[in-house]
């Protein structure tokens, strides 16, 4: 398989180029150059297979030949350690959990997978390369996590002081080994600037070759398609009027999903749930694409108002507006209101949710509401505990926090503190 990039279709190299580089020399994000079809005969008996086989044959065609069978099976086996549960939360109304992976957000499927690809790559080779990674919470921790211990490839992760839960933190800065964390005083924005300025320092990318974890890197994003065919397996009468809703943030996850569809995979419609920083659905309303200044919610890895992958979204539908629409919903929700849907579901249905999952939950519903006779599932993305912090006491008091968990909290954190200063990180990352 190849892979062009989304600003010159011209420009094109193999899987192994595009993992490595992360984006493309002109900026754009990778994405492949044909999208292979799966027979219609696997689709139909997809329960019959074991988990493990459905991932390696979704994947594999997009790998290529860049890594070889028995490599991949590994890679998969590595990746594919937990389950995904599917809950039945109300009548048509079904949870996928995605979060009893070892960081327990969704995020570790991707970033596991990515450091295998990464590892094999590397292989041998003498100049070691740097991960370079910016996390409002999640990332940092499925990227430490993925990549600890992998052979010469080292990472080092920037995340704002006191911004994110003390779970997150531990969870980025106790691991030691090949994983740094570097402790920013400032925001978010900050340590997504620092990055993006590191990937055009010529002098610094000569001392040290930079990638990027983050889901514009294609070998983070694809294997995302996973939980949709894990879903499709569990849910017989999903069959004829499956609707899936995706909590979205940088928009990775749902790409994914409508790439799986593309593949073949009978998903009806998809949902693009977002909090109150909505810019794709205003742009499905209104025409226009125009990022406003990202307001902090109680969903904060979905913070985001200029999601990196919606402009592959946009690239596989061929720029044809009426098929993105007939695919495609977009819907805001306040704090206001994802408290109140966590509260109703954790009365009415013995169900709690994280904020993200609630902010799926009401997409999925308010769709469900105008277009009935569908079974929905929606993507429960982070354990509530990740969240705990952020959510009303009654609710904090229902969380049943996982034993690794527990073991976490008297580990000694270890980081790196900078301002948020670019020259700083800069003269760190050249010792
Ligand atoms: C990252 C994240 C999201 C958003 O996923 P995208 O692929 O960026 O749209 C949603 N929920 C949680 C818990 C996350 O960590």
Not at 153 to 166: F, H, N, R, T
Not at 216 to 243: E, G, H, S, T
Request: glycine residues 6%; proline residues 6%; negative net charge.
């Amino acid at each position: 398989m190849q892979y062009y990039s989304l600003q010159n279709h011209q420009h094109r190299v193999s899987f192994r180029e595009a993992v490595i580089q992360g984006l493309a020399p002109d900026k754009g994000l990778y994405f492949p150059a044909e999208i292979p079809k799966l027979e219609k005969d696997f689709i139909e008996r997809l329960e019959e297979y074991d988990p493990l086989y459905i991932a390696r044959k979704v994947i594999q065609p997009f790998v290529g030949g860049d890594i070889p069978d028995n490599y991949l099976k590994q890679i998969i086996r590595d990746t594919v350690t937990f389950p995904f549960p599917l809950r039945e939360v109300e009548e048509n109304v079904y949870a996928l959990e995605l979060f009893h992976g070892p960081t327990l957000a969704f995020k570790d499927v991707g970033a596991k997978f990515m450091a295998g690809c990464l590892g094999y790559f590397r292989r041998g080779d003498d100049k070691p390369v740097t991960v370079l990674v910016a996390t409002s919470g999640d990332t940092g921790g499925a990227v430490a996590n993925g990549f600890y211990n992998v052979p010469g490839v080292q990472v080092v992760i920037l995340y704002p002081s006191g911004k994110v839960s003390e779970l997150q933190e531990k969870q980025l800065t106790t691991l030691g080994g090949n994983i740094s964390a570097l402790e920013i005083k400032g925001s978010f924005d900050d340590c997504q600037r620092m990055v993006k300025t590191a990937f055009l320092d010529q002098e610094l990318q000569a001392h040290r070759q930079l990638t990027s974890a983050n889901s514009i890197n294609v070998a983070r994003w694809l294997p995302q398609m996973f939980y949709y065919f894990m879903a499709y397996r569990k849910v017989k009468q999903w069959r004829k009027d499956a609707v899936v809703s995706v909590p979205s943030g940088n928009f990775g996850n749902i790409c994914a999903g409508m790439m799986a569809a593309a593949m073949g995979l009978p998903i009806l419609h998809f949902i693009a749930s977002t909090n109150v920083n909505d810019t794709v659905p205003r742009y499905l309303k209104n025409g226009t694409y125009e990022p406003l200044a990202p307001v902090p919610t109680i969903s904060n890895a979905m913070d985001v108002t200029d999601p990196s992958n919606f402009v592959r979204i946009l690239q596989l539908f061929a720029q044809n507006e009426r098929g993105l629409k007939a695919s495609l919903t977009a819907y805001r929700f306040t704090d206001e209101e994802t408290v109140a849907a966590m509260e109703e579901v954790c009365s009415k249905h013995q169900y709690l949710m994280d904020p993200h999952g609630a902010v799926g939950y009401l997409g999925l519903k308010k769709y469900m509401q105008s277009h009935p006779g569908h079974t929905g599932i929606f993507l429960e993305t982070a354990h509530p505990v990740k969240f705990a912090n952020t959510m009303p006491e009654d609710l904090q008091k229902e969380i049943d926090t996982p034993e690794r968990v527990m073991q976490l909290f008297d580990k000694q954190k270890v980081s790196v503190k900078m301002d948020a200063d670019y020259e700083q990180m800069k003269a760190w990352l050249m010792q």
